[in-house]
Nanobody
Framework: QVQLVESGGGLVQAGGSLRLSCAAS???????????MAWYRQAPGKQRERVAI???????SYADSVKGRFAISRDNAKSTVYLTMNNLKPEDTAVYYC?????????????WGRGTQVTVSS
C-alpha cells in the first residue's frame, strides 16, 4: 500500500507560478516498488487528464497543453514527485491529482492522492 499526499496548490494570477509536491508513504518495500509517478488534473465538467508523467529512470512526457510551461521531477530518495508550473493560464484551473504505479512480483497497482486545487485568475 502506498499513500499519496499532495500539497502546494492555491490561487495565483495568470502568468504566475506554483510548485506542487506529492509525497508517497508506506512500507519501504512498497515505496521501492514505485515505477511511474504522474500528475493528472480535472476541471469542473471535464474528464480527468494526464498532465505529466515520469518514470523511475527520469524519462518524462507531457500533455501538449503544458509543454514548455510545466516540469515534472522526482526525488526517489524522498519518494516525492514535483510539478513546477510556470506561466499559468486560467485554463490550468483544476484539481490536480498525484498518481503512482507500483509493480512487485508481477502485481501492478495504481494509487491516487486526494488532490489539490489550483485556481488561476485572469
Amino acid at each position: 500500500q502506498v499513500q499519496l499526499v499532495e500539497s502546494g496548490g492555491g490561487l495565483v494570477q495568470a502568468g504566475g507560478s506554483l510548485r506542487l509536491s506529492c509525497a508517497a508513504s508506506g512500507s519501504t518495500s512498497s515505496k521501492s516498488s514505485i515505477t511511474t509517478m504522474a500528475w493528472y488534473r480535472q476541471a469542473p465538467g471535464k474528464q480527468r487528464e494526464r498532465v505529466a508523467i515520469i518514470s523511475s529512470g527520469g524519462s518524462t512526457s507531457y500533455a501538449d497543453s503544458v509543454k514548455g510551461r510545466f516540469a515534472i521531477s522526482r526525488d526517489n530518495a524522498k519518494s516525492t514527485v514535483y510539478l513546477t508550473m510556470n506561466n499559468l493560464k486560467p485554463e490550468d484551473t483544476a484539481v490536480y491529482y498525484c498518481n503512482s504505479v507500483t509493480a512487485r512480483s508481477g502485481v501492478v497497482n495504481s494509487y491516487w492522492g486526494r488532490g489539490t486545487q489550483v485556481t488561476v485568475s485572469s
